[in-house]
């Protein structure tokens, strides 16, 4: 019912910035949350930053002060902003969404993107 599509993952430099896009599609009724995620080889998915259905905005203590997302709610848009880039930045990063949805009746699940690599390295 509903399709994420990630942009923007590059190779930056340490310091650099990137900045991510993800564009939600489908039958959408309403974007409960929506944010990002990373995965590394051998890791687990850990949370990057995300919009909560309370309209506040939860940081991995790693990425706080370097890291803003913002949501385009009109566009279906979610945008991770990434500067003072790491080399521990370096991962997949998997756009994240909560949605309800409108498909013969109102349903609400979780969607992932397919990611987008981020590499950070001089």
């Known amino acids: 019912q509903v399709q994420l599509a990630e942009s923007g993952g590059a190779l930056a430099q340490p310091g650099g910035s990137l900045r991510l896009s993800c564009t939600a599609s489908?039958?959408?009724?309403?974007?409960?949350?929506m944010g990002w995620y990373r995965q590394t080889p051998g890791n687990q998915r850990e949370l990057v930053a995300t919009?909560?259905?309370?309209?506040?905005?939860n940081y991995a203590d790693s990425v706080k002060g370097r890291f803003t997302l913002t949501t385009d709610s009109a566009k279906n848009m979610a945008y991770l902003q990434m500067n003072s880039l790491k080399p521990e930045d370096t991962a997949v990063y998997y756009c994240?969404?909560?949605?309800?949805?409108?498909?013969?009746?109102?349903?609400?699940?979780?969607?992932w993107g397919r990611g987008t690599q981020v590499t950070v390295s001089s």
């Open positions: 489908g039958k959408i009724y309403k974007i409960n949350a």
């Open positions: 994240h969404a909560d949605v309800t949805y409108i498909d013969g009746g109102i349903g609400r699940d979780v969607y």
């Open positions: 919009t909560t259905t309370d309209s506040s905005t």
